[in-house]
């Protein structure tokens, strides 16, 4: 199922003549995953709870995609379905990514191949996690028995065996989200929430995955640390990183290209933004007005949806 996007040149609510040229530019993008008839049912006791019914998506290469919805509707379940953290109940979850380890492709019908990682067992879909994907997540799941440095430099080392370009890196990028060196050797628990988060974010990142999943990455932060790690992610993106983020806040979702609304465990509608034009507030914007463009699309499109 092709979901049509609406597209800010031509957005108009009253107005949907613009979709079919829209859905075919979507179609000119490469896919890096694609979600098909994705259902989660949770089961506690007696009672079936359908979190995800039928969903279907598809998420390109290059895309800053953001996901938003009302709490409970569904968006970590969604991402941690997309992410290969949890299994989805039914459906298939199909990846377009270089990876020649993999033995069992599957031809699609528009002639690409993808690997099919719903039916994975933990070892090999934890194997496939490391070598694509990175994460941030709602909860941080810092190693409390590691230092804040260590936490980022043990998931680097997953991927590179130099250790001083490594720890070079994981510096440089704990300074940008204001993590001083004498916290470097702190543990989880002697940081405070939002210094454990932003450590999270540069764990999440330091590989340079190529596709990064974060839940609400900036939800504990104050509002200087909050532009930090969003710049991270648009410098991320710009370099062609593949990003899926959930947040709650219309600041954060005005980093993406792409929104998404989940609603009830279907998306409910989604909105092509176009690229990132920096801070609407910014008098020194020069893209201040496409800025301010984006911003008013963005609430209205989210107004629309009774957020
Ligand atoms: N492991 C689980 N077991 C049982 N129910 C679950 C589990 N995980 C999620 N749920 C239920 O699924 C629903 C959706 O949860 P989810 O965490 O995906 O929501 P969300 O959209 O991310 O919300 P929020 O914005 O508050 O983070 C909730 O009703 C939640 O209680
Ligand atoms: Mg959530």
Same mark, same amino acid.
């Given at each position: 199922m092709v979901i049509p996007v609406r597209k800010i040149t031509d957005f108009n609510p009253g107005n949907r003549a613009f979709i079919k040229e829209e859905t075919s530019m979507s179609q000119s993008k490469e896919i890096i995953l694609t979600a098909k008839d994705l259902s989660k049912t949770f089961s506690n006791e007696s009672v079936q709870q359908h979190v995800l019914k039928n969903l279907n998506l598809n998420v390109y290469k290059g895309d800053f995609t953001v996901v938003m919805g009302n709490s409970g509707s569904g968006k970590s379940t969604l991402l941690y379905a997309l992410s290969g953290m949890d299994k989805p109940t039914l459906g298939t979850i199909t990846y377009f990514v270089n990876d020649p380890g993999q033995k069992d492709r599957s031809d699609k019908n528009d002639g690409s191949r993808g690997i099919e990682i719903s039916k994975f067992s933990n070892d090999r879909l934890a194997l496939f996690r490391r070598a694509h994907a990175g994460f941030v997540f709602q909860q941080n799941y810092l190693n409390e028995s590691m230092s804040a440095l260590d936490n980022v430099m043990i998931s680097g080392l997953l991927r590179t065996k130099d250790r001083k370009a490594l720890a070079l890196k994981a510096k440089e990028l704990l300074a940008r989200v204001e993590i001083s060196e004498n916290d470097h050797r702190k543990f989880p628990s002697q940081l405070s929430g939002g210094q454990q988060q932003r450590v999270a974010v540069v764990r999440g990142v330091? *590989? =340079? !995955? +190529?596709?990064l999943f974060a839940?609400? !990455? /900036?939800? &504990?932060? *104050?509002? #200087? *640390? /909050? /532009?930090?790690? @969003?710049?991270?992610?648009? %410098?991320l993106n710009t370099r062609g990183q593949s990003i899926v983020m959930v947040t709650h806040t219309i600041r954060a979702a005005e980093r993406g290209n792409r929104i998404i609304y989940l609603a009830d465990g279907v998306?409910? %509608?989604? @909105? =092509? @933004?176009? +690229? $990132?034009?920096? %801070? $609407?507030?910014d008098e020194a914007n020069p893209a201040?007005?496409? &800025?301010? &463009?984006?911003?008013?699309?963005?609430? =209205?499109?989210? #107004?629309?949806?009774?957020?």
């Open positions: 330091i *590989n =340079d !995955p +190529e596709i839940d609400e !990455p /900036t939800g &504990a932060l *104050n509002s #200087q *640390n /909050t /532009t930090n790690v @969003l710049d991270i992610l648009s %410098d998306i409910a %509608d989604e @909105l =092509d @933004l176009g +690229e $990132y034009a920096g %801070d $609407y507030k201040r007005e496409k &800025a301010i &463009a984006r911003h008013r699309m963005l609430k =209205d499109f989210l #107004q629309e949806q009774g957020w």
